[in-house]
């Protein structure tokens, strides 16, 4: 039996042998390498070792053995062991169809695969780099590429050129992809890259044009400069948590991208990255994010626009750059706590602006420009809003600063041209210079309690505004403050207003009632007010021949008494220094004093005031408080000629306000001076 079987295998050799044909083609032994071409065009190259180099006898005939049955064949195997394939070795087999290349291959020679136009499938065990200069994939028609788990790099420009290659598959054991490794693959239509892969190079597949959908996987930290530059069909991508860096114009020119998603490990986002990626509408950033490159977002068509980084990082990032107006909607993540200056200056394009409860401050200039942003909600979080804010913010119709607010900066909201509605919280302490200057639809304001400073020019131009109360903390209205609120009719001055400085009402020619509730007359800057010195001017009852005489004051030509339930208070004479003579009102029991001075309040019919309800205040002639106190009930307020300080205040005359409430509850507000003589 063993003997019928070794007779049959020497037929079935000599049959092999009569249909096939055989060449030895090892270097420098011939007989290491042998080639086998048999009838179906397969040719199995096997042995040990290199193969011979061949050359061009003239006319591009080459000198490789089966040159003229080259178009017979049609798979080429080269079996583990042989080392090299020799220069110009397969030139002009343009039956080639496929072709298998082992780990064992180290070199590939010049030309090898040379007009083999019909190559469609390769598989390579080898570093693909070792076949630049073979032609081996300067293809012709479709092509394949698989590459074999052996391979742990792709080098630099390997497949750079490869315009007819239309399926990739890269296995796990790939660990980096060189430069250009695969650039202007132009039929590249699906890519998977695998998650042993750390690195994409620079322009790794710039020029892929076709490349319609990309899986990165999920060990890929660095996606390198113009990786997927010109990827025009590319519709969807998404940056797994892996990568940490996308190099500049990593995706420029993503012009069919609708849809990306970025991981939450990615830290830099490259210069011009996205730039050009003309059909991506909306975006999320990632708080991982730390630096975003110039432009890397110009030229997209983003719409809804979501950041949980310090908006500051994207001023030059193009987020907003040329959008159409009103038409970007910006979410701000809770993992920012403070926008800074210039974050989104001269963004017109801003429409909707949130911002969450993390947030504490917003830096100058940070809105400044967004003319078309229509909502803004500030969040109670925030305590300082900075200078030119929202500068020019002249869409936004109603603004609410919350109680958080401490801090509004100079022109925060100038030319809000369309607010009609703004109202202060009770935190802030000073509304700076022309913070809302320029707010002309303005005709619903409400200031905070706590606000004791109104800036220069703060509400300049707010011809809107028909009726406004200045609330009793206010302590001074700067120049101009409410310059050219033409339609002002009734105003409310507090009772801590000590300074109404130059043009403070200036052009406020509407206004007919202006009500004061200080017992000493504000001071009068130049012009403080314009064009209005017939408007009813109403004072506390003990005051009107202080205001009737105060500088500025006296130019109104009706001063009257404040009324107290359907009741004018009739006021007691300031020019009566000894004070008798008078039924009700102050009285000293002497005046002028040396020592001490005792003061009595009397109201109407010699009714005592309930003296824990009476209130005593004392001025100097230049407005400054000296004195405050309350009279024990029925007996008189005994000053000992001291000031707040405890020190003796100096001889002259001194106004005397009291304000005291009868048992039915109405209110009476009375004047003296007082004379000290020590």
């Known amino acids: 039996m063993k003997r019928f079987l070794k007779v049959l295998k020497a037929i079935l050799l000599i049959a092999t042998m009569a249909s096939a044909q055989t060449w030895q083609i090892g270097s420098p032994n011939a007989a290491d390498v042998v080639a086998v071409l048999d009838a179906d065009g397969t040719m199995t190259i096997s042995g040990t070792g290199a193969m011979m180099n061949y050359w061009d006898l003239g006319n591009f005939v080459m000198s490789s053995p089966w040159w003229d049955v080259r178009q017979n064949i049609r798979n080429i195997i080269i079996e583990d062991g042989v080392t090299s394939i020799g220069d110009n070795a397969f030139w002009g087999a343009l039956s080639l169809t496929e072709l298998t290349i082992p780990n064992s291959v180290t070199s590939i020679g010049d030309h090898a695969f040379r007009n ?306 703004l109202t202060i919280g009770n935190s802030v302490t000073t509304i700076g210079n022309s913070v809302f200057s320029g707010a002309s639809s303005l005709t619903e304001l409400t200031i905070g309690n706590s606000v004791t400073t109104i800036g220069i020019g703060a509400f300049g131009s707010a011809s809107s505004l028909r009726e406004l109360n200045i609330p009793n903390n206010v302590i001074t209205i700067g120049n101009g403050a409410f310059g050219g609120a033409s339609s002002l009719e009734k105003l409310t001055i507090g009772n801590s207003v000590t300074t109404i400085e130059t043009g403070a009402f200036g052009d406020a020619s509407s206004l007919t009632e202006i009500t004061v509730l200080g017992l000493v007359p504000p001071s009068l800057c130049v012009a403080a007010f314009i064009g209005n010195r017939d408007a009813l001017v109403f004072v506390p009852c003990g005051s009107v021949g202080a205001y009737r005489e105060a500088y500025g004051w006296s130019n109104f030509t009706n001063i009257r008494c404040i009324e107290h339930d359907g009741d004018s208070c009739t006021p007691t004479s300031v020019h009566n220094l000894q004070g008798r003579n008078n039924n009700y009102g102050i009285r000293f029991t002497q005046n002028p004093v040396s020592d001490q001075a005792e003061i009595s309040v009397i109201l109407p019919n010699n009714e005592a005031s309930t003296g824990s309800a009476t209130e005593i205040v004392i001025f100097d002639m230049t407005g400054n408080v000296v004195f405050v106190g309350s009279p024990a009930l029925g007996r008189p307020l005994v000053w000992d000629l001291r000031n707040q300080n405890g020190r003796f205040v100096a001889n002259g005359t001194y106004l005397v306000i009291a304000e005291a409430k009868d048992r039915n509850g109405r209110i009476y507000r009375y004047s003296a001076r007082l004379g000290v003589n020590r």
Do not use: C, K
Request: net charge negative; proline share 4%.
């Open 116 to 421: 083999t136009s019909f190559l469609t499938d390769i598989y390579i065990d080898i570093d693909p780099s070792i076949a630049i200069g073979s032609d081996l994939f300067s293809r012709h028609v479709p092509f394949s590429v698989t590459i074999g788990n052996s391979v742990t790099t792709i080098g630099n420009s390997v497949f750079s050129g490869a315009i007819y290659l239309t399926e990739l598959i890269i296995p796990n054991s790939v660990m980096s992809i060189g430069d250009y490794a695969f650039s202007n693959t132009s039929s590249l239509r699906e890519l998977t890259i695998p998650n042993s892969v750390t690195t994409i190079g620079n322009s790794a597949f710039s020029g892929a044009s076709s490349l319609e959908r990309i899986t990165v996987g999920d060990g890929v930290t660095t996606i390198g400069s113009g990786a997927f530059y010109r990827a025009y069909s590319l519709t969807e991508l998404t940056i797994p948590n892996s990568v940490t860096t996308i190099g500049d114009q990593a995706f420029r020119y993503a012009s069919s991208l609708t849809s990306l998603t970025i991981g939450n490990s990615v830290t830099t986002i490259g210069a011009q990255a996205f730039w050009g990626a003309s059909s991506l509408t909306s975006l999320t950033i990632p708080n991982s994010v730390t630096t975003i490159g110039n432009s890397a977002f110009g030229g997209t068509s983003l719409t809804d626009i979501y950041i949980d980084i310090d908006p500051a990082i994207t001023r030059y990032s193009g987020l907003l750059f040329l959008r159409p107006p009103f038409s970007v909607t910006i979410t701000i993540g809770n993992s920012v706590t403070s926008i800074g200056d210039n974050a989104f200056i001269n963004n017109s394009s801003l429409r909707e602006l949130t911002i969450p409860n993390s947030v504490t401050a917003i830096g100058n200039s940070a809105f400044s420009g967004a003319s078309y942003l229509t909502s803004l909600i500030i969040p109670n979080s925030v305590t300082t809003i900075g200078s030119f804010a929202f500068n020019g913010a002249s869409s936004l119709t109603e603004l609410i600063i919350p109680n958080s607010v401490m801090t509004i900066g100079n022109e925060a909201f100038r030319d809000a041209s369309s607010l009609t509605s």
